[in-house]
């Protein structure tokens, strides 16, 4: 058990009455890129706000990169990166300044700040662009770099919100790229997506519906199962029958 990436056992969260997540179990090993869906109101973002040391359970077990999200949550926010849609990056802030500022942050000395950003930058192409401000690049490679600082301190675990939302296709390929290269580094991969066609490069998808994990299998074992031919298919049967319409 301890040499899970993540490990859950009977998580809940309650709000009063309400069951937000609803007792689930599961594991996540090193190195795996892990897909968590649900359609809205699942109780994905709170489970996922949990893992991060955002947020107590109720009742339970999980462990976090080897550390207790009840008595750890400290030492779980060192060992991982964070990326969503919504927030990654300060638009008013330089490419160079975003990343120094995400590195000493994630507790990077300044000599290490300086060599990683220049192999950084030089990765992803962005020479000319790094004095300039974020708010300016297109929102694929805001996403690009967003992705590359969450993991610039090379944490064991990258969070992933909804990463691509609002890309294009082939920008999304490429950010699927880049996860690739992040897990065959040895980064755990933990993400949420809309997109059921991103489903399929997961190693394994768990798929929550009303607080609980109704599915989780392989992309390829859970089509079979369903006997369906893709994950859109797969995901409209189980979340058919969700009653919750909001998270």
């Not at 080897?66 to 750890?72: E, I, K, L, S, T």
């Not at 004095?131 to 600082?149: D, H, I, M, T």
């Not at 059921?196 to 299998?217: F, H, P, W």
């Not at 089509?223 to 369906?228: C, E, G, I, L, W």
């Amino acid at each position: 058990m301890e040499n899970k990436a993540i490990t859950c056992k009977d998580l809940t969260k309650r709000f009063g009455d309400f069951k937000a997540v609803d007792g689930i179990s599961f594991d996540v090993e090193p190195g795996e890129i892990f897909g968590f869906l649900g359609a809205n109101g699942a109780g994905k973002t709170t489970a996922m706000r949990i893992l991060c040391g955002l947020s107590y359970p109720t009742s339970g077990q999980a462990t976090v990169a080897g550390f207790d999200v009840y008595r750890q949550q400290e030492k779980i926010k060192k060992n991982i990166g964070y990326m969503s849609q919504k927030f990654s990056l300060y638009d008013n802030l330089t490419v160079w300044e975003n990343i120094r500022f995400y590195g000493g942050v994630y507790g990077v000395s300044r000599p290490e700040i300086k060599k990683r950003s220049n192999e950084l930058i030089a990765t992803l192409g962005l020479e000319k662009e790094a004095g300039k401000l974020v708010g300016g690049l297109p929102l694929g490679w805001k996403q690009k770099l967003a992705f590359s600082v969450a993991i610039f301190h090379r944490p064991k675990i990258v969070f992933l919100d909804e990463p691509t939302g609002g890309v294009d296709p082939v920008t999304r390929r490429q950010f699927w790229d880049m996860i690739y290269e992040a897990a065959a580094s040895g980064i755990t991969v933990f993400v949420t997506t809309h997109y059921m066609d991103e489903a399929e490069y997961c190693n394994r998808i768990s798929v929550m519906v009303d607080g609980r994990v109704e599915a989780l299998d392989t992309p390829a074992n859970l089509k079979n199962r369903y006997h369906a031919n893709t994950m859109d298919d797969v995901f409209y049967q189980l979340a058919r029958g969700a009653k919750r319409k909001s998270d």
